[in-house]
């Protein structure tokens, strides 16, 4: 009799994780636990009127380095389209002495303390905003952003390290023939014609047909070891035995899953915490944007609430709907939304949008009042929200091409079709994360335990870096090389 894996969360994480469980030459028994009715995580596309896509979550991927590359090759979808990306010279300072973690744009650059300061408030802490919604002051680079900590450490510059290289050696890169099609027309990211989330529904697809057991609804309500060394996964009114368990949930979730025996490493799986973060889609009718681009960040000193607008036209105007409207996605989080939680205060629909439609109006000239609101407040607990179809999973049309600039009209219409608040939705990587997951790693070696750690707590929150961790794990399991 074979070997059974459990893999905990069906989140993107869990569902690659399965998926190459389920492609191996010997492939293990595997089971797909999801707690809620749907798979694919904070990865979440709904139509508007007229066709037009919003994406909850993360809204396209990036195919640049070997990570990007593995994500372009799972081989369950073909999708695509060329974009553009203008960047910015920041000027650079020295490092400060008093932390290791935290990492200048350059060191060869004399400057004074209040420049650093100057620069920390604006360059990163956008961008810590802008990916982990979260404080620069209170983040680890080395652990947020690994390669501009390697470019820095080896260059003694981050800008011009990213120019050259972090110096550690590249490795073969893979090849298939939508690579070389996005190289050749430098794809900067790329989506799906129905939005992100076909791709968990085309890996569920691949998984039910490759026999991998999906249970949703399953929410695990603990994990101990039997005798012979075999998981005990209960259910609540049932239960499962697994020889090896993966976990994809979040690390807060599976510390108080973990059996007594494991505390230590439940006490630093506790540790990495989550903030919440709200999404507001917009769309306008006649309207344009006064600047190019994906989007913008928005440091903390210039408005604590919003963290960044991203320009969805821009990127992905095939997602426009018909007619066509002007798309964009307010990010709110940060400080202010910490606040309210703490409070005690509700965060109403009211509020959010309030504070979308200001943000909008102020930093992109947006002004015209709603002459249409449609709001749709979704929480984790469990409120359905609209899915998209999966009409033509199974085609192998779904290349995006570039298209034309739309044009102009006089009227304007506003529409907000959506929006969701997700609740501890992004991990956060504070200073010392990496001496966390080393101890982590060290506790279950010692103990021998048959768990393998994957998903967004850990080393990465983009899309290609949970698609990764799972790799990576199901690798683990079958003792492969993680780089095979």
């Known amino acids: 009799m074979g070997r059974t894996v459990v893999v905990l969360g069906g989140g993107i994480s869990g569902l690659a994780a399965s998926y190459h469980l389920s492609r191996a030459a010997r492939a ?15 990865i979440r596309s709904v139509r508007g009127p007229g066709g ?26 073909r999708a695509g389209f060329r974009a553009w990306l203008g960047l910015r010279g920041v000027t650079c300072p020295r490092r400060p002495s008093s932390c290791p973690e935290q990492v200048p744009l ?14 920390a408030s604006l360059a990163v ?12 002051r209170e983040l680890s680079i080395r652990s947020c952003f690994p390669s501009l900590f390697r470019a820095e450490q080896t260059h003694r510059s981050m800008l011009l390290g990213l120019l050259l ?11 298939s023939a ?4 996005a190289r050749a027309e430098r794809w900067s990211q790329w989506s799906l014609r129905g939005g992100l989330e076909m791709l968990p529904q085309a890996l569920t697809t691949h998984l039910t047909r490759r026999g991998v057991t999906v249970l949703k609804g399953q929410p695990v309500c603990g994990l101990s070891l039997q005798a012979g060394g075999r998981w005990k996964v209960s259910l609540g009114d049932s239960s499962l035995e697994a020889d090896h368990v993966i976990s994809a949930v979040p690390a807060s979730v599976l510390s108080k899953l973990l059996p007594v025996d494991a505390a230590p490493l439940a ?3 506790g540790t990495i915490t989550a903030v919440s973060v709200a999404v507001v889609n917009l769309q306008y009718r006649g309207a344009h944007l006064p600047v190019q681009g994906f989007g913008h960040l928005v440091p903390s000193s210039e408005d604590p609430g919003v963290l960044g607008i991203v320009y969805d036209s821009v990127a992905f105007p095939e997602q426009d709907g018909s007619p066509p409207g002007l798309r964009v996605t307010v990010m709110l989080g940060g400080s202010w939304l910490q606040t309210l939680e703490a409070r005690g205060s509700v965060l109403s629909q009211e509020l959010l949008q309030q504070q979308a439609q200001e943000a909008a109006a102020t930093q992109l000239g947006l002004k015209e009042p709603p002459s249409h609101c449609l709001v749709h407040l979704h929480r984790v607990s469990g409120e359905k929200a609209p899915q998209l179809s999966t009409e033509g999973l199974e085609g192998r049309n779904w290349y995006f091409c570039h298209c034309p600039p739309r044009p102009e009209t006089s009227v304007m219409n506003f529409s907000l079709y959506l929006l969701f608040s997700p609740q501890n939705c992004i991990p956060q990587y504070t200073l010392g994360h990496w001496k966390k997951l080393e101890s982590a790693a060290q506790f279950l070696a010692a103990h021998r335990l048959p768990l393998t750690l994957a998903g967004a707590s850990y080393e990465g929150v983009a899309v290609s870096d949970c698609i990764e961790s799972g790799r990576q794990a199901a690798a683990q399991v079958l003792g492969l090389e993680p780089n095979s």
Do not use: H
């Open 28 to 42: 293990p028994e595997v089971v797909l636990l999801e707690g809620s009715e749907r798979l694919g995580g904070w």
């Open 52 to 77: 037009a896509v919003f994406e909850l979550g993360p809204r396209g991927i990036r195919p640049a380095g070997a990570l990007g590359a593995r994500t372009l090759r799972l081989d369950v979808w």
């Open 106 to 119: 350059c060191r060869r650059c004399p400057a004074c303390p209040a420049l650093w300061l100057q620069v």
């Open 125 to 136: 802490d956008s961008l810590c905003r802008g990916v982990f919604a979260g404080n620069s």
């Open 165 to 175: 290289g972090a110096g550690a050696g590249r490795s073969a890169q893979p090849d």
């Open 178 to 181: 939508i690579l070389r099609q």
């Open 267 to 269: 006490r630093v799986l």
